[in-house]
């Protein structure tokens, strides 16, 4: 179990990169390279994590909640630690450290990317893992989409497959676990 979460937190921390990378990109692709003046060349180095979040918050006002970049802060320590180091963590601390990174991957790829990685998950068994096996993921990504959805308004209901308070009065699909509800008029 703990290589499987070793493997996790290193995944993960990738994951989180690649996305802060992309979304950067989408704004102005030089200034995914740590010298803009160098691109396009391929052997130019790109920004680390902390100048991704710098410059999206300067170049596309794209601000970083203190909560995310704490979660941030510590995959990439953790990342560093099992990369560099003979490093272990105890189950429970790993799993929040992935479970806080994963909340921010689904939020921020939906939000700014607009990719529904939730849906990519729900179509098998993997969300259910994830919702079952990660409690800090669980709440994490519910208070996000709670926050999404008094945003836009929605007043949710209960879904009658997860139980979580996240299917619009209307209707619709659970924003939670994808679940469809049709309810009468």
Same mark, same amino acid.
């Given at each position: 179990?703990?290589?499987?979460?070793?493997?996790?937190?290193?995944?993960?921390?990738?994951? !989180?990169?690649?996305?802060?990378?992309?979304? @950067?990109?989408? %704004? &102005?692709?030089?200034? #995914?390279?740590?010298?803009?003046? +160098?691109?396009?060349?391929?052997?130019?180095?790109?920004?680390?994590?902390? !100048?991704?979040?710098?410059?999206?918050?300067? @170049?596309?006002? %794209? &601000?970083?909640?203190? #909560?995310?970049?704490?979660?941030? +802060?510590?995959?990439?320590?953790?990342?560093?630690?099992?990369?560099?180091?003979?490093?272990?963590?105890?189950?429970?601390?790993?799993?929040? %450290?992935?479970?806080?990174?994963?909340?921010?991957?689904?939020?921020?790829?939906?939000?700014?990317?607009?990719?529904?990685?939730?849906?990519?998950?729900?179509?098998?068994?993997?969300?259910?893992?994830?919702?079952?096996?990660?409690?800090?993921?669980?709440?994490?990504?519910?208070?996000?989409?709670?926050?999404?959805?008094?945003?836009?308004?929605?007043?949710?209901?209960?879904?009658?497959?997860?139980?979580?308070?996240?299917?619009?009065?209307?209707?619709?699909?659970?924003?939670?676990?994808?679940?469809?509800?049709?309810?009468?008029?």
């Amino acid at each position: 179990l703990e290589s499987q979460l070793k493997h996790a937190i290193v995944s993960t921390a990738h994951c !989180v990169e690649l996305l802060l990378k992309e979304r @950067l990109r989408r %704004i &102005d692709p030089a200034q #995914v390279l740590k010298d803009p003046q +160098k691109y396009p060349d391929l052997s130019a180095y790109t920004v680390t994590v902390d !100048v991704a979040i710098e410059r999206l918050k300067t @170049l596309g006002n %794209i &601000d970083i909640s203190g #909560v995310d970049r704490n979660a941030i +802060k510590n995959l990439s320590t953790a990342r560093n630690a099992i990369i560099h180091y003979e490093w272990s963590i105890a189950s429970k601390a790993a799993k929040t %450290i992935v479970g806080e990174g994963l909340s921010f991957v689904f939020s921020f790829s939906r939000a700014e990317l607009g990719i529904d990685l939730a849906k990519e998950f729900q179509t098998d068994d993997t969300w259910r893992c994830l919702i079952e096996e990660l409690n800090q993921f669980t709440e994490s990504y519910r208070e996000k989409l709670a926050a999404i959805m008094r945003t836009r308004g929605d007043d949710p209901v209960e879904c009658s497959n997860c139980g979580e308070e996240m299917v619009p009065w209307h209707g619709g699909s659970c924003e939670f676990c994808g679940h469809w509800h049709d309810f009468e008029a």
